[in-house]
């Protein structure tokens, strides 16, 4: 069966840190794009990191205190994130968008919960 999965998410005081992973079952990352977005309460979809190959992007909220890294060995995307704020507070999805073969593959995780409050 195909999918992603995430895991690392839960309750983390404003300052702190966490680090999401996402794994895919049924395929490798292999000509995949892999992002990270997430969606708080009452507001929509938003992307928050993306790595293709060996480059990235960020949305300007988290510049500078997320990171997002790819483990070939592993097949697994990590997301850290450092210097959390409430306002990261969200339920964050990975996805992973192929391309060359694998194009017209777009793959979506359940999603794990981030909240942050003291």
């Known amino acids: 069966q195909v999918q992603l999965v995430e895991s690392g998410g839960g309750l983390v005081q404003p300052g702190g840190s966490l680090r999401l992973s996402c794994a895919p079952s049924g395929f490798t990352f292999d000509n995949y794009a892999v992002s990270w977005y997430r969606q708080a309460p009452g507001k929509e979809r938003e992307l928050v990191a993306a790595i293709t190959g060996v480059s990235t992007n960020y949305a300007d909220s988290v510049k500078g205190r997320f990171t997002i890294s790819r483990d070939s060995t592993k097949n697994t995307v990590y997301l850290q994130m450092n210097s959390l704020k409430p306002e990261d507070t969200a339920v964050y999805y990975c996805?992973?968008?192929?391309?060359?073969?694998?194009?017209?593959?777009?793959?979506w995780g359940r999603g794990t919960q981030v909240t942050v409050s003291s």
């Open positions: 996805n992973a968008r192929g391309y060359l073969w694998a194009s017209g593959n777009n793959y």
